[in-house]
């Protein structure tokens, strides 16, 4: 078993997430959420401080992890970009704003561009079917988007210094 | 109570029956595959995933998985209709499309539940051809994962977290790349595991294996410069004879040992002689510890818990570190049988260490892990070299063609092959700890035991617990076997709210005579309880009962140890424990 060597002050956020829900093995899903939420991925080192705190098995931990696509144990980059691949974006040409991402950003889905900036991944319907296709960079929505706006979605968040 | 009606025969059953158990109770056997159940042991897998148990429900559209589907009231079930047969082809040839056929060299073929299940059905060609799985092998000291065999029955998830409570496996990834594995999907050997082997023991296929070393036994018995002895484990003489069609619960003490002689083995000895050797120093410490606790000493460590089963010491070290000065420091039979082979009697035969092969035949597979354990070694050299479970052996006597069932029965060598009664019982849960009552008894009050069979240590709960009367001290003794039950006696320990003074705590449920190195019971529980009472009975038969008064161990320690715990004891037969959290 790996040693846990985070810092202090990551064991303590995922500690206070974990007691705000009672510690209770059943919430281990709102638990994962919202420490990626926070920390942006789920490494191995942070799952073993989730399964002690639910005291609950870090296999159960590491199994619900990789059963559910939403959760990574890789670093995201500054600014995660989704692609909604659900049926109503795909039929509205979601797959060709995809390629297109990978293109500009030359790299596949599941992975994050050199220099941190971007992450790219697919996602299963937001619910905003009626802006299809939709794309989510962070927590903004940018809808109807096609191939040609991609370049400038992208440019967008190169400007911006996410410290500021 | 519920009617309903089983391949048109009336059935009466209780609320809460599975239709798989009331067409059960008329004879009408529907098979299954991932689901498994121990009775009497409330340890039950049901997942209802594998959809082999499928059944038509009159008036449902879709067939339902008789494992999970409870009966109802007028419920009309069809166990074999031509649809249900033909449902159940299907899935079985959909499970065989992603499963290595290489049953000619797989270690479980021949107790193959999928083999058995795909014979039983007829299948004889796969018409689904797609993607085969590929998960890299894992080995380990005891257990070989082939995740590629693996049908997701998840016994062994279930084994290991619901009953043993190690959680070492899961579930993980999702779809066609969903394996059962340790968390990050580390080795078995990196994980926490404690190699008791139930997983191995549940396994339907060839997925969880044992570490086969029956190759390197062959080599060292064809090796013209190596002594090689064995030592045989009290449970296997009470399971062997499964393995060659023997009624379960036969008794071959004399035919084992007969068997090992025609093997080649130059000394055929009993690791019975060291559980007699055990309860020596074992019950020598309880005693002092009691001792000092009744003359007030309030450092005293108690309870103390039983030390024999390498899984559960394995056990606390990762999960109750804390609690690693309470077991005896007593080692095992098998690794004290070691220590005494390779110094004792080497000695007698006027051999050095490395021309002395050690084997053991045990009923275990963790057992492997303990015999490689660093501290049971001297200048690389292993006390006990190798460790074969009971279905090895199996395969060695079945491989030099040797027709177990006529052989004559013959006793074991001397000076390590004699035993007490109570170096037998060590093989069933309880076990251990009568034999340690029965002579810390007679060494505490100075008198002889009034009766040898106490009855109140004995059966198949998980948790037992009873008090004996040493001439007027109660001795609280507590009994646990699973590793699930034993944290729950460890979790009284560490909240200090523990009422007893010595604790047998076993990895497996029943005991050594349930180890993940016996003859697959395929989940009848039945097969564990005849074991149990062969045990016994070879108990009852022998002449010695105590193991002070087994005349090999009064000569061992006139000769060689002096007397127990003195320091050649502490060196050769104590040991340490690890913090491995």
Request: with cysteine.
């Amino acid at each position: 078993m790996p040693k846990i060597k985070l810092a202090e002050k990551t064991i303590e956020l995922i500690k206070e997430i974990c007691a705000s829900f009672d510690n209770k093995e059943g919430e281990l899903i709102n638990v994962l959420h919202q420490v990626q939420s926070k920390l942006g991925y789920l490494p191995a080192e942070v799952q073993e401080v989730i399964a002690r705190e639910l005291n609950m098995s870090v296999a159960k931990v590491y199994g619900v992890v990789t059963f559910y696509s939403f959760f990574t144990m890789k670093p995201q980059g500054e600014f995660p970009i989704s692609i909604c691949m659900g049926t109503a974006c795909y039929v509205r040409g979601a797959e060709q704003v995809l390629s297109e991402f990978k293109r500009q950003l030359k790299i596949e889905v599941g992975q994050t561009t050199a220099d941190g900036k971007f992450s790219l991944s697919s996602l299963r319907c937001v619910g905003a079917c009626g802006l299809a296709p939709v794309v989510m960079v962070g927590e903004k929505v940018f809808g109807r988007v096609t191939s040609p706006q991609v370049l400038k979605i992208i440019e967008e968040y190169k400007e911006v210094n996410v410290e500021e | 109570m519920i009617n309903l009606i089983v391949d048109n025969k009336p059935v009466v059953v209780k609320k809460g029956t599975t239709v798989l158990q009331a067409a059960s109770s008329i004879g009408i056997e529907i098979p299954t595959l991932c689901h498994m159940k121990l009775e009497d042991m409330d340890i039950e897998n049901k997942p209802g995933g594998c959809r082999v148990c499928v059944v038509e429900v009159m008036g449902r559209k879709n067939l339902a998985p008789a494992c999970v589907t409870l009966a109802t009231e007028g419920m009309e079930v069809k166990t074999h209709s031509i649809r249900v047969v033909n449902a159940r082809r299907t899935v079985v040839e959909l499970i065989l499309s992603d499963h290595p056929a290489d049953c000619l060299i797989c270690a479980k073929s021949g107790n193959c539940e999928l083999q058995d299940m795909a014979h039983h059905l007829g299948i004889r060609e796969i018409h689904y051809k797609g993607e085969q799985s590929t998960y890299r092998e894992d080995t380990s000291p005891a257990i070989i994962r082939e995740i590629n065999k693996c049908i997701m029955c998840r016994r062994c998830e279930m084994m290991c977290n619901e009953v043993q409570t190690v959680g070492v496996l899961s579930a993980v990834n999702r779809g066609f790349n969903a394996v059962v594995a340790p968390a990050f999907e580390m080795n078995l050997d990196h994980s926490v595991c404690t190699y008791c082997g139930q997983c191995v023991a549940v396994c339907p296929t060839g997925a969880l294996t044992e570490v086969d070393q029956t190759g390197a036994v062959i080599r060292a018995l064809s090796d013209p410069s190596k002594t090689v002895i064995v030592q045989t484990a009290p449970a296997v003489r009470a399971a062997l004879g499964e393995e060659f069609h023997m009624e379960a619960g036969t008794l071959v003490t004399g035919k084992m040992a007969a068997a090992l002689r025609r093997l080649g083995f130059n000394y055929v000895f009993d690791t019975d002689f060291a559980a007699d050797l055990t309860i020596m120093e074992e019950g020598t410490e309880l005693l002092g510890r009691l001792s000092a606790y009744m003359k007030g000493d309030k450092n005293v460590k108690l309870p103390i818990l039983t030390s024999c089963c390498p899984a559960w010491v394995k056990f606390f070290e990762h999960q109750f570190p804390e609690l690693k000065d309470i077991p005896s420091t007593a080692r095992s039979p098998q690794q004290m049988f070691g220590a005494i082979a390779k110094t004792y009697f080497a000695e007698k035969l006027k051999l050095k260490r490395e021309e002395l092969v050690v084997v053991s035949i045990m009923p275990c597979v963790a057992k492997k892990y303990e015999s490689s354990r660093e501290e049971f070694s001297m200048n690389g050299n292993p006390d006990v070299d190798y460790a074969l479970t009971t279905r090895e052996l199996a395969r060695l006597i079945n491989l030099a063609n040797i027709d177990f069932r006529t052989l004559p029965d013959e006793n074991f060598d001397q000076p390590l092959g004699e035993s007490s009664g109570a170096g037998v019982i060590f093989g069933t849960t309880g076990g251990v700890i009568e034999a340690a009552v029965r002579t810390a008894y007679e060494v505490f009050t100075g008198k002889p035991l009034p009766r040898l069979d106490f009855e109140e240590l004995r059966g198949m709960d998980g948790l037992r617990k009873a008090t004996i009367d040493f001439n007027g001290t109660p001795i609280n003794i507590g009994i646990a076997h699973g590793l699930g039950n034993a944290r729950k006696l460890l979790e009284e320990i560490k909240a200090g709210t523990s009422e007893f003074h010595a604790i047998e705590i076993m990895s497996c449920p029943g005991g050594c005579i349930g180890g993940g190195g016996q003859p697959y019971h395929h989940g009848d529980v039945e097969i564990l309880k005849k074991r149990q009472r062969a045990i016994y009975s070879e108990d009852k038969n022998k002449k010695i009962r105590k193991s002070h008064e087994n005349p090999y161990i009064k000569k061992l320690y006139e000769e060689f140890l002096g007397e127990p715990m003195s320091e050649k004891a502490h060196h050769l037969l104590h040991t340490k424990y690890f913090d491995r959290s």
